[in-house]
């Protein structure tokens, strides 16, 4: 089966979509309670899930400096997730987030 460049980057757009969804759901129920503590545990493994599929499909090779930017903002966000599931705050996650939410809407564009 061949994937077309048009159904791999609507893919690429599904995958930044759920992963902007994992993340706001996870800053929305930050601080858990008994309510709630499925909900960040599972937005917060569902967004790394993601992120590692992201990182790990980033080809180094057709351009290295758009490369390393992706690399490094999922790291970022991926980092800044870790931090927040243990101290309970939202803190640079905010940040990640508009880059995911840029990221994404450029890659709608050229769609």
Do not use: H
């Amino acid at each position: 089966m061949n994937v077309t460049e048009s159904d791999a980057t609507s893919i690429l757009i599904k995958c930044f979509d759920e992963l902007i969804k994992s993340v706001k759901t996870f800053q929305t129920n930050i601080v858990p309670n008994t309510e709630n503590f499925r909900r960040k545990s599972s937005s917060f493994s569902r967004a790394l899930t993601i992120l590692y599929s992201l990182q790990s499909s980033i080809d180094f090779e057709k351009d290295l400096g758009i490369a390393k930017s992706l690399f490094q903002i999922y790291e970022y966000t991926r980092v800044s997730l870790i931090e927040e599931f243990k101290s309970c705050e939202v803190n640079k996650s905010i940040n990640a987030l508009t880059a995911l939410v840029e990221i994404r809407d450029s890659w709608k564009s050229i769609s």
